[in-house]
């Protein structure tokens, strides 16, 4: 299990990870080296998974986005993995629920976005989809910070 110093790092790391292993064990107040076997020993644990900017796709002009509820009929884990491997596919969730899959994509322009939900439809297994267009992100799912520390109740802000 993570002790409380493992929930500290973690916390830290995913309010911003930029910044040397000193710069971050002294936010911390620990030694570097600790700092450092620390972060390897939740790498190797697969608790920390690897480290990427938060990018802004909005920005980037990906201004088509949706979320795609899949109906599948057949082999699902194929399903997914086919969709998985699709340009624009920012993530696939296996869910619960009257679908089946739920796919975020993010896109460029119409062409693009048109494209990719054809794609869908043609790929071997998918029965069929219902896509939700995305307006705005008011939360995207890189700013959720988990509570590790002082866990609340789930519906409490």
Not at 14 to 42: D, E, F, W
């Amino acid at each position: 299990m993570l002790d409380d110093l493992d929930k500290r790092i973690i916390e830290e790391l995913c309010r911003s990870s930029q910044g040397s292993y000193r710069q971050i064990a002294k936010r911390l107040g620990i030694h570097p080296t600790t700092l450092m076997q620390r972060v390897k020993n939740l790498e190797e644990k697969g608790i920390i998974k690897g480290y990427r900017a938060n990018v802004d796709y909005l920005k980037l002009g990906y201004e088509f986005m949706a979320i795609v509820h899949v109906y599948v009929e057949g082999d699902l884990l194929e399903v997914q993995r086919r969709i998985r491997e699709i340009r624009n596919v920012v993530a696939v969730f296996d869910v619960t629920g009257e679908c089946d899959s739920i796919a975020w994509v993010a896109c460029k322009n119409r062409e693009e976005f048109s494209g990719v939900v054809k794609h869908m439809l043609q790929t071997p297994g998918v029965k069929k989809t219902n896509t939700y267009v995305v307006l705005n992100v008011i939360k995207d799912p890189y700013q959720f910070l988990p509570d590790l520390l002082s866990p609340q109740k789930s519906f409490e802000s």
